[in-house]
């Protein structure tokens, strides 16, 4: 059984990524998913000086511990002003300070989607370029616009031609996992 790791990069309740990742990460066959919710992995804003005075949370060693476990991960990026979500941010920052390689060389898909028209492609793209650098091997990665017209949970994705561009990508994504 592949053990994978669903996580919306955002700490809203219903987090639409949150849905997002996990229903991307179900359509594995003979997997465990485990899906993150970001409140659960709150911290103090990261400065270097909090790191000084009082070290690295249990929250972003229990983050990277959850990557270690796992075979590879699913993760959905909110897209706040082009960025990522401050949440996210916060956790990244925290837990690239127990080893800067925090994603383990663990296959990861990439993904992102939004209500606007883009679906968050901005921060897909950043997140693209910048996570080899932080130890994540790569596969696919895809954004879905209009989330609430294109997206159901139940039915998936729901534009036959964005359907088959996430296909493709996920494709790649379990290939890699066989
Ligand atoms: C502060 C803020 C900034 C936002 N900026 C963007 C943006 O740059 N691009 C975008 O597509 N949506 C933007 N949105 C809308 C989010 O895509 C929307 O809130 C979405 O539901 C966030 O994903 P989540 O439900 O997983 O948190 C923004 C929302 C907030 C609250």
Do not use: C
């Not at 990439?110 to 028209?117: E, N, Q």
Request: charged fraction near 20%; charge should be neutral.
């Amino acid at each position: 059984m592949t053990q994978l790791l669903a996580i919306g990069a955002s700490n809203s309740k219903n987090s639409i990524n949150k849905a997002f990742a996990a229903y991307s990460a179900r359509q594995l066959p003979e997997s465990i998913v485990t899906t993150l919710d970001l409140n659960d992995f709150e911290m103090p804003l990261y400065s270097v000086d909090r790191e000084s005075a009082t070290g690295i949370p249990a929250q972003a060693k229990l983050f990277f511990e959850a990557i270690q476990k796992s075979d590879a991960i699913v993760i959905s990026f909110a897209e706040h002003n082009g960025s990522y979500s401050a949440a996210f941010k916060n956790l990244l920052d925290w837990t690239s300070r127990i080893d800067q390689k925090l994603w383990q060389n663990k296959p990861m898909l990439l993904l992102a989607t939004s209500p606007g028209g883009r679906g968050g492609a901005t921060v897909l793209e950043s997140a693209k370029q910048t996570f080899p650098h932080l130890g994540a091997k790569v596969i696919g990665s895809f954004a879905l616009p209009s989330y609430y017209e294109k997206f159901s949970v139940e039915k998936g994705l729901l534009d036959p031609q964005l359907n088959e561009s996430f296909q493709k990508e996920w494709k790649l994504f379990a290939d890699q996992l066989n």
